[in-house]
């Protein structure tokens, strides 16, 4: 398992029937996660004190309780600043064990000695896009959402990036790429983040399992000659790592070689020194 361990504003304090007790900063919340099926005891006064707690209904969706949670706050990881808030669905605005892919591509960038291109696609509020510019690459940031794009140009101003070589796109993902196909761009690094069920702007319905094949043939038309790697996130519970590494080695390795590896991504629990699985990573590389 790929372990996000280098975070020092955030951890997952401890797991329990359904719900993670997390530390965002100075702030505790309490969120629901329907891999945490184990039912322990939670001992942590944490659990009885939170900021804020998303409680899921049982007709689907669910809605927040907050207890002295500012509506917008931030927290750091190495050089990068994020700004969260609590929204829709439990988010934050943040998926915090990306991070293990954040460093895992920043060394690559930052060894490569050339000019890297990245296409970060389905890019939400910035991470991997501001991981990526600090290691020094320029990257097309798309995402369908005018609000997730403007929520992650904040994050790189936050983090002194906001002159960075990053192109915003707000975009269907795929039809991008197919534009980007008939104008004859590259690119020397993908990373995806699909998500697991979604509706396109004309209602067009994604869902992972059924798309995210024909999409990573897709993209792979887009690689420059010399490309340095291709990253595909899950958090489909039913998709296992074996299958993102079955899909790269088919389309990516008959033409490029390479590696490929796929894991899931954890994040460690303080209370017990295990680890939390946040669901899985599909990563090619050229070496």
């Known amino acids: 398992m790929w372990k996000a361990d280098g975070w020092k504003d955030y951890e997952v304090i401890d797991c329990s029937k359904g719900e993670k007790l997390e530390r965002w900063g100075?702030?505790?919340?309490i969120r629901p996660d329907p891999q945490i099926i184990w039912d322990t005891k939670k001992q942590h006064q944490g659990w009885k004190k939170p900021n804020g707690h998303y409680h899921r209904s049982v007709k689907g969706g669910g809605e927040w309780e907050f207890f002295a949670l500012p509506q917008q706050w931030s927290i750091g990881y190495q050089d990068l600043v994020f700004h969260l808030k609590p929204f829709s669905f439990k988010h934050t605005g943040l998926f915090p064990e990306q991070a293990a892919n954040w460093d895992w591509f920043g060394d690559k960038i930052r060894n490569s000695g050339r000019s890297i291109k990245v296409l970060n696609l389905f890019a939400y509020t910035g991470g991997a896009t501001l991981a990526a510019a600090k290691a020094g690459a320029s990257v097309t940031h798309v995402d369908a959402s005018k609000g997730m794009v403007s929520w992650a140009k904040e994050n790189a101003k936050a983090?002194?990036?906001e002159q960075a070589p990053i192109r915003w796109i707000v975009d269907d993902c795929v039809k991008f790429v197919q534009r980007e196909i008939r104008r004859g761009n590259h690119y020397d690094a993908i990373i995806m983040d699909p998500p697991s069920y979604g509706r396109g702007p004309k209602g067009e319905i994604w869902k992972i399992?059924?798309?995210?094949?024909s999409l990573v043939m897709l993209c792979a038309t887009l690689l420059s000659p010399d490309p340095l790697f291709f990253l595909i996130n899950s958090y489909t519970t039913g998709l296992a790592p074996?299958?993102?590494?079955?899909?790269l080695s088919v389309?990516?390795?008959?033409?490029l070689k390479g590696y490929v590896q796929a894991e899931e991504v954890g994040l460690p629990v303080t209370s017990n020194d295990l680890i939390l699985p946040c669901g899985a990573s599909g990563r090619w590389s050229a070496c």
């Open 26 to 29: 100075n702030y505790l919340l």
């Open 159 to 161: 983090s002194g990036l």
């Open 209 to 213: 399992e059924d798309c995210i094949h």
């Open 242 to 247: 074996s299958v993102l590494s079955y899909i």
């Open 251 to 255: 389309e990516l390795k008959p033409l």
